[in-house]
């Protein structure tokens, strides 16, 4: 199945259908478990952050064929959804808990000590009026894609390729030298980014518990991704992005 696929950003008019063909497509992630309002927001929230990658991938009918999110600076842009949705995006979350116990006690388990730390940063920075520093800039600069994914019908037609190569010369046009992303050690797209070029650089475990291989893409090198360091070493991923 082909057909010309137009690349274009995500804007609010997206917001709905991506949203939703996120929660179909990714749904093994527990993000997706956080009901439509959440994930709406959540995409209205990433799209809005400073520094977002978020392309939609569309066909001359109009249909929603994939999305690619992630972001030119992962600390920088996290920060920024917190501090202007996360007040939004928690009770959202609270809400859908209240009526899905089984959901809220995953969350209690997996997340709630990250989350109620996360809160408790956010209101200390809002009554002390502190600023999010951006802090030095690190070198090199890291990109990150967090999650890429085709419409089913359409898979095996281009429409990831498409999507990944825009957001690799997104990263390129924000000044970075490298991309990285994580992808389920059992999940079958680790192959289509090995065939796109990126290097698997290693196993990491998430503050939630689950385990993840880690993949890399040198902006500079057309992808050679190792960076001469070889692939398949195990490591917590130092203090470079990772899931969120
Ligand atoms: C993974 C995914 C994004 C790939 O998108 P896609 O549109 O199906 O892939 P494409 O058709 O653009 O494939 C591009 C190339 O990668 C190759 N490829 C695709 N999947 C592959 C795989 N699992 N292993 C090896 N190569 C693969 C294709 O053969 C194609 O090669 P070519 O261009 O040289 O002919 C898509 O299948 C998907 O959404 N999967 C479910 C969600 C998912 O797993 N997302 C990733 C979460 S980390």
Redesign the pocket.
Known sequence: MTGVVQIRPLVGADVAEASALHRE??DMEFLSRCGSGFMRAYYRAWVEAPGAISLVARDEGGELLGVVLGATDPATHVRAMVRESGVRLGIRLALYAVGHPSFARDLVVTRGRRYVRGVVRLVVARLSHARASSGPSTDPRVGEITH???RSQR???????ALLDAAVAAGRAAGLDELVLV?PPD???G??YR??GWRADGEMTSRSGEAFVRYRYLLDEGGRGDGGRGEGGRGDGGNRPGPR
């Open positions: 497509i990714l890429v994914l085709v898979q095996g037609s281009g429409v990831g390729r992808t999940l079958a797209a192959g289509f065939h796109l």
